[in-house]
């Protein structure tokens, strides 16, 4: 536990690194400065970076004729052909990156919540869509972990989001410097993990690892991989962390008194009940690991699948539906 490989991400430039916005604000947050610590961060400001300025006149999503447009009411400009153009050069330059983390409602970076607007001036919002860029970045890199700032304030969607973009920066970092060694040590320190996420790719991807076929390293990496990818794609069942917890518990319950144990199981009922964040048993498991010197848990990145300054507790209220 403890060393972790840098993910690269992408993050909106208005969230705490430049004042870009169109009145010439930043948006401070305190996740992203956080996180921003422990990530190479790669900043792109589309409305910025297509000439639009700061401060500038407001622009926002409208439908015209079935197509949705970027359009600047105050100027009447449409600047869609200049979004695109960004789009297609930024992506085209982008050197592999772990995740993005964009600014929520923005007609450029939001992802599935942005107003939609009729052409007309004064036409009210006909429906929600994603910002251009967003839109790009949900179409291209679907594989890969994509929030925004505003969703990030659940803190289930934070832990499924810190845990995939470390996962997937040091699945990135395995690749670049292979040895089947590093392979097996991998799929080994992930087993709980992957038994929260999803047993039916656990057990494809420990297939993989064995290598009976004699694949090559491409081959074998490339097959880890789609299936690694598909594991961590969707959070993990309450129910199925709760299992990890309890396997776990059958390392050092020998060892607990019956208050002890009475008090790790109410805690997993709490946790149960959305009354705690995983990392409350979580963290648990971690000290009788430490007690009892229990080398396989303690290797295991379940019980610190992320740096813990992001373990950040606080919640926006909304709890795991928000
Ligand atoms: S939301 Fe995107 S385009 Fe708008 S200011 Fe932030 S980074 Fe720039």
Do not use: W
């Not at 869509?129 to 839109?135: D, P, R, Y």
């Amino acid at each position: 536990m403890g060393d972790f490989v840098k993910p690269k991400l992408v993050i909106s430039r208005c969230l705490g690194f430049d004042h870009c916005r169109f009145n010439g604000e930043i948006i401070r947050n305190k996740i992203v400065e956080r996180l921003s610590k422990h990530v190479e961060a790669i900043t792109p400001c589309p409305e910025v970076d297509i000439g639009l300025g700061v401060p500038r006149d407001a622009i926002r999503l409208v439908t015209s004729n079935g197509k949705i447009k970027l359009y600047q009411p105050a100027t009447q400009k449409d600047v869609t052909r200049n979004m695109e153009e960004y789009i297609d050069k930024f992506f085209s330059e982008l050197s592999q990156v772990d995740g993005f983390l964009l600014k929520s409602r923005s007609p450029s970076c939001g992802t599935g919540d942005v107003k939609l607007y009729g052409e007309d001036k004064v036409s009210p919002v006909s429906g929600k869509s994603s910002g251009f860029f967003g839109a790009a970045v949900q179409e291209r890199f679907a594989s890969l972990p994509i929030e925004t700032e505003g969703r990030m304030l659940s803190y289930s969607i934070r832990e499924h989001f810190f845990t995939r973009i470390f996962l997937i920066a040091e699945f990135r970092d395995l690749y670049e410097s292979f040895s089947m060694k590093q392979l097996v040590d991998f799929h080994s320190r992930n087993k709980l993990l992957y038994m929260a996420y999803n047993q039916k790719e656990m057990r494809l991807m420990g297939r993989i690892v064995a290598n009976q076929e004699k694949k090559t390293k491409d081959q074998l990496l490339h097959d880890y991989g789609v299936h690694f990818r598909a594991a961590i794609e969707k959070s993990p069942r309450h129910t199925s962390n709760i299992n990890v917890l309890m396997h776990a518990l059958g390392y050092f319950s020998y060892s607990m008194s019956r208050a002890e144990k009475a008090f790790f199981l109410d805690t997993l009922e709490r946790y149960r009940e959305g009354k705690v964040p995983l990392s409350v048993p979580v963290s648990l498991v971690k000290t009788y690991a430490i007690k009892h010197e229990i080398d396989y848990l303690l290797s295991q990145r379940f019980l610190e699948p992320y740096p813990e300054d992001l373990l950040i507790i606080s919640d926006s209220g909304k709890g795991r539906d928000l």
